[in-house]
């Protein structure tokens, strides 16, 4: 790509990183979080020897599961002097249009001169690393490839840390799938044998220790006992344990007990928002959060989402095949779609030995059954085939072997 690039004359910062003078609009250092964070420290070192080794690596995982928070732990946590040659463009409310300027602005090249882009960056860069982290780029992948592909290959000491809901799927790209915070009830490690000072139940999962410390932030003073851990523990598993819906619920607890909270919950998700909060829109309900993923749902694979949304707890191939009526010859592109939502994070194939699943967090699968129910026709057919399905199989289940 020839054009009209070239590095701006503006103000050096340490480390020898030129800045343009616009780069502040979108370029900045990263975002500073003013909550503890929990767990993550394995997924952070495995990210930062890939960091090492790859010029480009992209956490993925569903809206709300911490990307953005442990792109930020990565960055506390690189040697000091590769902190000073990072860079955080947040693309979040970028348009594809705009979002290859936000990055060469980023990056600190600017079209001043009649500079071919390769040339440009090969200045700024200097053969010397440089981290240029992307915060949720999954809305803008089309518009940036092109332009990512280029720098990589003008500047091997360039790397892109990238958030996004989706990978980039470009040739050298490395993907930490980022699971939700875990759900298993452990001790801290500071005090497997002993009790601590909330009381005398110190294991808890580190879901459940993200709920505790936002709900006692919340000024709610929490009685914490067998029982009541029991309720947050519920609260979490519920949500599947995604930090951003673990937040959510945190900040009803002023509204009723923990368990009310938990009985809610297992039968809808509408307490998950959070009117009052400064935080960027998507982030302010669960609803939010999954509809910012829907929106990027190709036309053609709205049908398979919706449909599958009647399976509580997932369902194999078989069974998504015949809710979704497809035919012989149209398994390829039935797969194809199924591809499509699992890469944007809406749907997993989870795999155990000879056999798989497709399935939905359970916040996603209510996201998606609320937006079928918009359709009653579409809703009652696949209501219908789901019905015919569960027969068959159990006609099948009581014919002689
Ligand atoms: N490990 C964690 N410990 C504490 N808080 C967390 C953790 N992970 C995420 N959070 C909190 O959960 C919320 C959502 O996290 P974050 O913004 O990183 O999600 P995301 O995956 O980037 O979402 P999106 O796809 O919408 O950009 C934030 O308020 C964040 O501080
Ligand atoms: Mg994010």
């Known amino acids: 790509m020839d054009g009209d690039w070239g590095t701006s004359q503006a103000a050096q910062v340490p480390g020898g990183f030129q800045r343009g003078e616009n780069s502040e609009a979108n370029a900045a250092h990263p975002p500073v979080f003013l909550t503890p964070l929990i767990g993550r420290s394995d997924e952070a070192s495995q990210a930062l020897s890939h960091l090492d080794n790859e010029q480009i690596l992209t956490i993925c995982g569903p809206g709300g599961v911490g ?31 705009s979002a290859p300027a936000a990055i060469r602005a980023a990056v600190g090249i600017h079209a001043t001169s009649q500079l071919a882009l390769a040339e440009a960056a090969q200045r700024v860069i200097r053969d010397q690393r440089f981290i240029l982290v992307i915060d949720n780029a999954e809305h803008v992948v089309e518009s940036i490839v092109p332009l990512l592909m280029e720098l990589l290959h003008a500047c091997p000491t360039l790397h892109f840390l990238v958030t996004s809901r989706s990978p980039l799927r470009i040739d ?20 497997q044998s002993s009790t601590d000072a909330e009381g005398d139940f110190p294991e808890r999962s580190e879901a459940a220790q993200l709920f505790l410390d ?10 914490l006992d067998e029982s009541t851990l029991g309720s947050v523990e519920d609260i979490c598993g519920a949500v599947d344990g995604i930090p951003l819906a673990i ?7 002023h509204m009723m007990s923990l368990r009310e909270l938990a009985q809610s919950l297992e039968h809808s998700f509408s307490l998950l928002s959070s009117p009052l909060t400064h935080s960027e829109e998507r982030h302010r309900s669960m609803q939010e959060c999954i509809r910012w993923s829907f929106d990027l749902v190709e036309p053609l694979d709205q049908p398979t989402f919706l449909a599958l949304s009647v399976f509580t707890g997932g ?43 497709l399935t939905m967090l359970e916040t996603v699968r209510q996201f998606a059954r609320g937006e079928l ?4 026709e ?20 009581a014919e002689p072997l």
Do not use: M
């Open 315 to 357: 369902c194999t191939w078989e069974a998504a095949q015949a809710i979704c009526d497809v035919h012989l010859g149209e398994e390829g592109s039935f797969a194809d779609s199924v591809s499509r939502l699992v890469n944007l994070n809406l749907l997993s194939v989870q795999i155990t030995g000879e056999s798989s699943r």
């Open 378 to 397: 579409l809703e009652l057919l696949y209501l219908d085939r789901h019905a015919e399905w569960i027969s068959a199989l159990l006609a099948r289940d």
């Open 67 to 97: 990307k953005t928070r442990l792109a930020s732990l990565i960055a506390s946590e690189l040697r000091d002097d590769l902190k000073h040659r990072l860079r955080w463009v947040s693309l979040a409310s970028t348009s594809p249009e």
């Open 373 to 376: 129910a918009t359709s009653p």
């Open 172 to 191: 050298g790209e490395q993907v930490v799938q980022l699971r939700p915070l875990g759900l298993k009830v452990v001790a801290p490690a500071s005090q």
């Open 214 to 223: 936002r709900a006692s932030r919340a000024g709610q003073p929490l009685n």
């Open 247 to 253: 937040e959510l619920a945190a900040a009803r607890v």
